[in-house]
């Protein structure tokens, strides 16, 4: 199973302060060789609404995640929002993130 973060339509996040909400653990030292793949939409309440349908998805105060099988079960979800009318698609949340 694949936990991906559920997040605003194509974040790119370049600061650790940024990250502080989503559910990961950063190694202690990495380079930008790092990444953390994340489900990203352009409508966050929307996407949980309709991805529960279908998908189990963990909700806190902060933050989202979708639980999937793999990739045909990425490739479901991201079908399923678009069928729903919301944007999606999956990348690398961290984008040249350092930390030495």
């Given at each position: 199973?694949?936990?991906?973060?559920?997040?605003?339509?194509?974040?790119?996040i370049?600061?650790?302060?940024?990250?502080?909400?989503?559910?990961?653990?950063l190694?202690?030292?990495?380079?930008?060789d790092?990444?953390?793949?994340?489900?990203?939409?352009?409508?966050?309440?929307?996407?949980?609404?309709?991805?529960?349908?279908?998908?189990f998805?963990?909700?806190?105060?902060?933050?989202?995640?979708?639980?999937?099988?793999?990739?045909?079960?990425?490739?479901?979800?991201?079908?399923?929002?678009?069928?729903?009318?919301?944007?999606?698609?999956?990348?690398?949340?961290?984008?040249?993130?350092?930390?030495?």
């Amino acid at each position: 199973m694949l936990r991906l973060p559920i997040v605003p339509q194509k974040p790119e996040i370049h600061d650790r302060d940024e990250i502080e909400s989503i559910p990961f653990d950063l190694p202690l030292r990495y380079m930008s060789d790092f990444s953390v793949l994340g489900l990203w939409v352009s409508d966050c309440e929307a996407a949980v609404r309709v991805l529960k349908e279908r998908f189990f998805v963990a909700v806190s105060p902060d933050h989202a995640e979708i639980m999937v099988d793999g990739a045909p079960g990425v490739l479901d979800a991201v079908e399923t929002l678009r069928s729903a009318g919301i944007e999606s698609g999956v990348s690398d949340i961290v984008d040249g993130l350092y930390q030495g």
